[in-house]
């Protein structure tokens, strides 16, 4: 005989779950049918049955059946009301789920107005625990307990609640009810049977219904027990005691006064549950922060050393996989957060994980930090007010013209308390149209787009080129146009150099001179072997080549040849002599030896020692970043002077120290005439044809041909290049040493005003006042105690407070000091082009080239980048935003 089953098979037992799971899920949406809960804070709409099953609503089983019929004539339309809407039906759910509580339609205006001047008058506790995110979201839930109902009580809500605490009303006229009892704030707290005094915190008092209620248990009491009054209010005042008093020895409220107490106790120690997991994000963010600040530095590292960033593959540990993989691998090696995060990069197997190593974000972040360093130039040049650009041109190694554009500002520094002359780089721009038109459109077009603005622009450096200073289609000239207090100021290094140039080139004797030495170098540099010898005779000094465009050039192939150059004739004879040399070597040694065993080109490398001396120490001196206009005058008028009484005595002088040379190298120091190609003698039929005149001598060939002649044209080239320069100068001439001022008289400082004024002026707009300026300069020539350059004056106003006194002073000489000298900055931004932009990196970006050229010419403003700002930036650009 079978005996029966005492208990349910797994199948049976399935079944009856799956069968009281669906009968669960049914009831749980039963509310859903008819009531609409509204949500005021981050709870979706979908749970407000939920939520209002939590605060002791009345479940659907127990709703009357008035109610029940009501909710099913419910459209739709009224399952969408609007937040801040309520429809009646769930106004009357509410009404009767919780009678004590009065919904906020239906409060008077007058106990309204109560709640508000409660509310605006609360005192928060700890306020500085609510955190400014939540400060508003905490704004929107009423103070008045009774109100809660209206609001989904998720957890951020009671986290907010708690972190604000329990309001006790006690300055208010509580109201009589019907049986001429009302509340009073000494129900606040209760009396031991020892006298002590106990306060009830946890006791809440409702404006808008006239009750009271339990703090904690509105909080932390899910029991499903409708009847408790802590959380629907109670307003019995006559049995008032006797309920607190059971109240107190509950259960409910003892495990919902705990938990209350808790979740202070964690918030205030910020050891809350979600403080673990908000610990582990801020140790990552911190974690990433770091590895994003470490390749910033990186990259900084290697920018400004103009270092190559990638190799011929981007996988760590890996040869040749170029500079930046590589300093990441050599820190990792002593940081240990590049060691985390090296290790996370090896553990990780999918090939789309984050490194933040790859060259898509190095030229992000080269870009950031570039924009930086630029946001900052653009700031420190609003800040200065008035600007000048510099301006130059040269080809890269891709046979692109770059355009080299830079920023001249008179800074503040307010650590020194003093004025300053800074230089800045702003970039390389690519010029596709090298005309006058086409490189004035782009420079004015970039500048507008970086934020500089153009009517403070108050003068512009370039160079001698016809497309730059042409007086009609140049850039100068169309930037006048528009801006016609842009002064053009032409580079005084340049000018310098074309007349070198102009001088060397002017005869066929001095181009021969520099071919040969030209030639000396090219014949040593030829051949290793060559050069080693020429190395064991001369050690301190070393030959180099002649250019065009660098301006110390020529006084640099020149020295060895003025001090050394009886051992580069030893070098010579020892080539000769060397049996084991083959024939062409010999000739051209030959020949060489020849050239420079000549007293003629001896007493040339003299004079052409002296004279570039002279200008290339005037030369160096312009290329400071610190230079102006009457400094460079005054320089350029000194050498004028010393050239000028070179060409009256200097002749001498130069035949005494040829004449030491010559000697030492045993040659003759007679002018020799067989280097002159003569004329075929013509066969004269009479006497009375033949020459009056009598023939010159050698050394008076040499003396008015060459010695004279390039004196007399390397002048007439400085009076005729400076010519500008001058002009400028002049206009702002009585500004160079404001001490004399005192001893002129009136009328000629008010012209000398007058025409300042009218310079910078353009219609209705002026920079300065003359009238004020005359009063002021008046009284600061005074005041000076010996006479200063422009700068020391501004900053002798500076240091003793006198700028806002002196105003239109101030304002002179600083547009005065930001005049371009020099495109010197220019031509060193060319170095750093070709050591960026080289063969091997030819097809690098335009923009990158730009940032890559700003961190390492401005180099000393990226190193005080603030790194967390670009991090931030960094990250906006790289979050990752969901549409919700």
């Known amino acids: 005989m079978e005996q029966k089953r005492k208990k349910l098979s797994g199948s049976q037992y399935k079944k009856k779950r799956l069968k009281n799971e669906e009968q669960e899920r049914k009831l749980s949406n039963v509310m859903k049918k008819f009531l609409v809960q509204k949500c005021g804070l981050d709870e979706p709409s979908t749970s407000a049955a939920t939520d209002l099953a939590n605060n002791?609503?009345?479940?659907?089983?127990?709703?009357?059946?008035?109610?029940?019929?009501?909710?099913?004539?419910?459209?739709?339309?009224?399952?969408?009301?609007?937040?801040?809407?309520?429809?009646?039906?769930?106004?009357?759910?509410?009404?009767?789920?919780?009678?004590?509580?009065?919904?906020?339609?239906?409060?008077?205006?007058?106990?309204?107005?109560?709640?508000?001047?409660?509310?605006?008058?609360?005192?928060?506790?700890?306020?500085?625990?609510?955190?400014?995110?939540?400060?508003?979201?905490?704004?929107?839930?009423?103070?008045?307990?009774?109100?809660?109902?209206?609001?989904?009580m998720s957890s951020q809500t009671r986290q907010l609640l708690v972190e604000r605490g329990p309001h006790q009303i006690k300055e208010f006229e509580f109201p009589i009810n019907k049986g001429k009892r009302r509340f009073l704030p000494s129900y606040y707290s209760k009396v031991l049977s020892n006298g002590e005094v106990v306060e009830r915190s946890w006791l809440i008092y409702s404006i808008a219904s006239d009750a009271v209620f339990c703090f904690c248990c509105i909080l932390f009491d899910n029991s499903s027990d409708i009847s408790d009054w802590p959380k629907k209010g109670y307003s019995d005042w006559k049995n008032l005691i006797r309920a607190l008093t059971m109240h107190e020895k509950s259960v409910n409220h003892r495990n919902a006064f705990r938990a209350w107490k808790e979740l202070d106790i964690r918030l205030k120690q910020k050891k809350t549950i979600d403080a673990e997991y908000q610990r582990i994000m801020d140790m990552e963010l911190q974690h990433w922060r770091g590895v994003i600040k470490r390749i910033m530095s990186i990259i900084k590292l290697l920018a400004s050393q103009c270092l190559a960033f990638r190799g011929s593959t981007e996988h760590l540990f890996q040869p040749n996989n170029g500079n930046f993989l590589k300093l990441v691998e050599l820190l990792s090696e002593f940081d240990p957060v590049m060691e985390e995060h090296i290790r996370r990069v090896q553990r990780e197997s999918d090939k789309w994980s984050v490194t933040y190593l790859s060259n898509n974000i190095q030229d992000e972040l080269i870009n950031l930090m570039g924009n930086s360093i630029l946001r900052k130039i653009v700031e420190i040049t609003k800040i200065a007010k008035y600007f000048s650009i510099i301006a130059d041109c040269t080809p890269d190694v891709s046979h692109y013209e770059q355009l080299s554009l830079t920023i001249r500002v008179v800074t503040f520094n307010s650590i020194q308390n003093?004025?300053?002359?800074?230089?800045?780089?702003?970039?390389?721009?690519?010029?596709?149209?090298?005309?006058?038109?086409?490189?004035?459109?782009?420079?004015?077009?970039?500048?507008?787009?970086?934020?500089?603005?153009?009517?403070?622009?108050?003068?512009?450096?370039?160079?001698?080129?016809?497309?730059?200073?042409?007086?009609?289609?140049?850039?100068?000239?169309?930037?006048?146009?528009?801006?016609?207090?842009?002064?053009?100021?032409?580079?005084?290094?340049?000018?310098?150099?074309?007349?070198?140039?102009?001088?060397?080139?002017?005869?066929?004797?001095?181009?021969?001179?520099?071919?040969?030495?030209?030639?000396?170098?090219?014949?040593?540099?030829?051949?290793?072997?060559?050069?080693?010898?020429?190395?064991?005779?001369?050690?301190?000094?070393?030959?180099?080549?002649?250019?065009?465009?660098?301006?110390?050039?020529?006084?640099?192939?020149?020295?060895?040849?003025?001090?050394?150059?009886?051992?580069?004739?030893?070098?010579?004879?020892?080539?000769?002599?060397?049996?084991?040399?083959?024939?062409?070597?010999?000739?051209?040694?030959?020949?060489?030896?020849?050239?420079?065993?000549?007293?003629?080109?001896?007493?040339?490398?003299?004079?052409?020692?002296?004279?570039?001396?002279?200008?290339?120490?005037?030369?160096?001196?312009?290329?400071?970043?610190?230079?102006?206009?009457?400094?460079?005058?005054?320089?350029?008028?000194?050498?004028?002077?010393?050239?000028?009484?070179?060409?009256?005595?200097?002749?001498?002088?130069?035949?005494?120290?040829?004449?030491?040379?010559?000697?030492?190298?045993?040659?003759?120091?007679?002018?020799?005439?067989?280097t002159e190609v003569r004329p075929r003698r013509k066969k004269r039929q009479f006497d009375y044809e033949k020459a009056v005149d009598e023939p010159l001598t050698e050394e008076k060939?040499?003396?008015?041909?060459?010695?004279?002649?390039?004196?007399?044209?390397?002048?007439?080239?400085?009076?005729?290049?400076?010519?500008?320069?001058?002009?400028?100068?002049?206009?702002?001439?009585?500004?160079?040493?404001?001490?004399?001022?005192?001893?002129?008289?009136?009328?000629?400082?008010?012209?000398?005003?007058?025409?300042?004024?009218?310079?910078?002026?353009v219609k209705n707009e002026t920079d300065i006042n003359a009238n004020d300026l005359r009063e002021e300069l008046r009284d600061v020539s005074r005041m000076l105690p010996y006479s200063t350059k422009p700068l020391d004056v501004l900053n002798y106003l500076c240091q003793n407070s006198l700028i806002s006194l002196y105003p239109n002073t101030v304002v002179a000489l600083r547009i005065l000091l930001t005049l371009p000298v020099s495109v010197a900055s220019g031509e060193r931004s060319f170095s750093k082009l070709k050591l960026i932009k080289n063969y091997l990196r030819s097809s690098i970006g335009q923009t990158k080239l730009k940032n890559l050229a700003l961190i390492s010419i401005e180099s000393a403003m990226a190193s005080t980048l603030d790194y967390t700002s670009v991090i931030n930036e960094f990250a906006k650009v790289k979050v990752r935003r969901v549409k919700l």
Request: hydrophobic share 35%; with cysteine.
């Open 418 to 674: 003093k004025y300053e002359i800074a230089e800045f780089f702003i970039g390389f721009f690519e010029a596709s149209d090298s005309t006058g038109e086409g490189l004035a459109k782009l420079i004015l077009t970039h500048l507008e787009k970086l934020g500089f603005e153009l009517k403070w622009l108050r003068g512009q450096g370039y160079d001698n080129g016809a497309n730059m200073k042409g007086v009609r289609k140049g850039v100068q000239n169309r930037i006048l146009e528009k801006y016609p207090r842009a002064f053009y100021v032409p580079c005084a290094c340049h000018s310098l150099n074309l007349v070198v140039n102009d001088a060397a080139s002017s005869t066929t004797e001095t181009t021969f001179f520099f071919s040969i030495v030209q030639e000396l170098y090219t014949f040593f540099s030829g051949s290793t072997k060559r050069w080693e010898v020429l190395k064991k005779y001369v050690s301190q000094l070393t030959l180099k080549p002649l250019s065009a465009t660098r301006w110390a050039s020529r006084i640099d192939a020149l020295k060895p040849l003025r001090f050394q150059l009886c051992k580069i004739y030893d070098a010579l004879i020892l080539i000769i002599e060397d049996v084991n040399r083959d024939a062409e070597t010999k000739v051209k040694a030959r020949g060489l030896a020849k050239n420079i065993k000549n007293y003629k080109f001896i007493c040339g490398v003299i004079l052409w020692h002296d004279i570039l001396f002279e200008i290339n120490s005037v030369s160096k001196l312009l290329q400071s970043v610190t230079i102006n206009i009457s400094d460079c005058v005054r320089m350029l008028s000194e050498t004028i002077k010393k050239l000028k009484s070179y060409r009256q005595s200097g002749y001498i002088q130069m035949k005494i120290a040829a004449k030491e040379i010559a000697e030492n190298l045993e040659c003759s120091t007679e002018f020799p005439d067989d």
């Open 56 to 152: 002791n609503t009345v479940p659907p089983q127990s709703l009357p059946e008035e109610v029940v019929e009501e909710s099913q004539i419910l459209t739709p339309s009224d399952l969408h009301e609007q937040p801040g809407s309520t429809s009646t039906s769930t106004a009357t759910a509410l009404d009767l789920a919780n009678k004590n509580t009065v919904p906020p339609q239906s409060i008077p205006e007058k106990i309204v107005e109560e709640i508000q001047k409660i509310t605006s008058s609360e005192v928060h506790q700890e306020p500085g625990r609510i955190s400014s995110g939540s400060q508003q979201v905490l704004k929107e839930i009423p103070s008045d307990p009774a109100l809660w109902l209206t609001f989904c």
């Open 701 to 761: 060939k040499f003396k008015i041909n060459f010695f004279n002649y390039i004196l007399d044209i390397t002048l007439n080239s400085l009076n005729e290049r400076f010519t500008l320069l001058e002009t400028h100068s002049k206009k702002f001439q009585f500004l160079y040493d404001i001490l004399k001022l005192k001893d002129i008289d009136d009328k000629t400082l008010e012209n000398y005003c007058s025409s300042l004024e009218f310079i910078l002026s």
